[in-house]
Structure formats: C-alpha cells, structure tokens
C-alpha cells in the first residue's frame, strides 16, 4: 500500500476483553514496531520485528500482552483482558534495511471503560 | 543504547528561527542522530537524520559538534504549523536495525 495502515483507527472496550490491533505495513519494508502513546505522553517501545522475529519484546508491559507478524508483512497486537490502563493510541512503525527513516501509520486509539 | 536529553517544552513567535538542542552524551562512534516531529493525532514523522557536522534539507538543518555529544535541530522561520513534539533520537542509520527508543520530546507552541 501507499502508506502503513493500521485498523481499527477507534476501539472502545469493556474491561476484562481481548482486543486486537491490526497494523498492515508498507510492501517490503522488513522492519516492524509497535509503540504506546498515552495522552499527552511520549512513545513507549512496545516490540520490534525484522521478518517474522521479534529480536526484542523488551517493552511488552505484561504478559497480557503479545504480538504477532506472519509473512513478513502484517502484524497483530493482541491485549488480552484489558485493563483501563491500557488506554492509549498504539503506533505502528515500518522501515526496510536500507531505509534511514520510520514510516507511521496513524494509530489506533484504544479506550478501555 | 544512548540516552538522550531535550528541553520539555519550547514556546516562539511565528518568523523566529527556532533552535532545540539535544544531548546525548553516550553517543557511540557508529551512531547517527535522528529528529522526527509529531503533529496532534498523527504518528511521528521523520524530519532529518545526521551524523556530523551540518546537515540541511528542506525543512529542517542540523547542527552537530565535532564531539558529537548533543545536537541542534534549527527551524528556520517558524510558522504556525510547526507547533508539535519534537523527538531526537541517537542509534544506528538504518531504521530496524535495533530497539529504537524515543525519549518525551520537546513540546514546540508557536505563538502568533
């Protein structure tokens, strides 16, 4: 695609369910992160994968968190029995080996009540 | 991973030139230092990356001292539209490559 997309852009939850954030990045670009931004806040690292692997899942905040990439192309954050902490706009970024720069997608705005 | 530091927040009036200065006094001889910029509701975007001395572009220049030890991001005649966070970043060139870490940013209001 033109850019990377991530869906769905809003999600309202209820306490306690599983979500899921789809995040479809540019063709060919190997690289894939997801950040959590929480209002008014910086960009906490999540996860980083290069093709499938994930190298570092340093920043997953619990074990209720996981994530996904299949194909080397799009990649699932899943939060399961969430919590109204976890309220925040999850980012998505891609880049390839030769790329100096990140591209983000405009996030999805995730609102646990 | 080296640390950085900015400014939280930064004010000016539109037509200033706006100069916002990081340190990252761990940085490592193989790592570049990287800007990306923050609208409201939108993901980062990648402004400009350098590793030595002046590097311009069309938006932005940026000011590295031979000690490599901090960096300024120089917005020349700002506008109303600048008004965002600004994030520097110090790693490897390539994106993907590692972890990548964005500290808070720097909080730039523009005033009329």
């Known amino acids: 695609g033109a850019g990377v997309s991530q869906s769905p852009s809003n999600k309202v939850t209820e306490k306690g369910k599983d979500v899921e954030l789809r995040c479809d990045p540019i063709s060919g670009h190997t690289a894939l992160y997801w950040y959590r931004q929480s209002l008014g806040q910086g960009l906490e690292f999540l996860i980083y994968f290069q093709g499938n692997s994930a190298p570092d899942k340093s920043g997953l905040p619990s074990d209720r968190f996981s994530a996904e990439r299949t194909g080397g192309s799009v990649s699932t954050l899943t939060i399961q029995r969430t919590q109204q902490e976890d309220s925040a706009v999850y980012l998505c970024?891609?880049?390839?080996?030769?790329?100096?720069?990140?591209?983000f997608g405009q996030g999805t705005r995730l609102t646990v009540v | 991973l080296a640390k950085t530091t900015q400014p939280i927040s930064m004010d000016s009036y539109e037509g200033q030139e706006v100069n916002i200065t990081c340190s990252h006094n761990?940085?490592?001889?193989?790592?570049?230092i990287t800007w990306y910029q923050q609208f409201p509701s939108q993901g980062p975007r990648f402004i400009i990356q350098?590793?030595?001395t002046k590097v311009t572009n069309e938006v932005a220049s940026l000011f590295i001292p031979a000690d490599r030890k901090s960096s300024t991001l120089s917005l020349p005649r700002v506008s109303l539209s600048d008004t965002a966070v600004y994030y520097c970043l110090v790693g490897d060139r390539d994106f993907g490559n590692e972890k990548l870490t964005f500290g808070t940013g720097t909080r730039l209001t523009i005033i009329p």
């Open positions: 350098g590793y030595k």
């Open positions: 761990n940085i490592a001889t193989n790592d570049y």
């Open positions: 970024a891609c880049g390839g080996r030769s790329n100096t720069e990140a591209f």
